[in-house]
């Protein structure tokens, strides 16, 4: 099982900018997918962000896009994720997820990861 390390978030006013990062302990990251979701206080957990290791393929919410990139490093085993613009909205905790061979199902589906980060908490208020 991939272990995952996750770092960054905190808190910022509307508008500001952070960035997250989730390294995966994996010597192969080829056919990885990783990504994040987040849940609010009171509400479900939703996806946010993925991206494609083998080339470079990203999705995002709708309630994203234009605002966060998720991206990935040279050695293809740690996902950045740099949310800009942010809203109050936005406010939740965040947690990252990485399985290989992911369908798009798991671009829904926090459970279907097998590997599943602690989350780390991003808060944005004036």
């Known amino acids: 099982q991939v272990q995952l390390t996750e770092s960054g978030g905190g808190s910022v006013q509307p508008g500001g900018s952070l960035r997250l990062s989730c390294a995966a302990s994996?010597?192969?990251?080829?056919?990885?997918?990783m990504g994040w979701f987040r849940q609010g206080k009171e509400k479900e957990r939703e996806p946010v962000a993925f991206i494609f290791s083998d080339d470079g393929t990203t999705y995002y919410d709708d309630s994203v896009k234009g605002r966060f990139t998720i991206s990935q490093d040279g050695a293809k085993n740690t996902a950045y994720l740099q949310m800009n613009t942010l809203k109050p909205e936005d406010s939740a905790v965040y947690y990252c997820?990485?399985?290989?061979?992911?369908?798009?199902?798991?671009?829904?589906?926090?459970?279907?990861?097998?590997?599943r980060g602690q989350g780390t908490q991003v808060t944005v208020s004036a």
């Open positions: 994996i010597d192969n990251p080829s056919r990885l997918c």
């Open positions: 997820a990485a399985q290989r061979y992911c369908s798009t199902y798991h671009l829904v589906t926090w459970t279907a990861y097998a590997s």
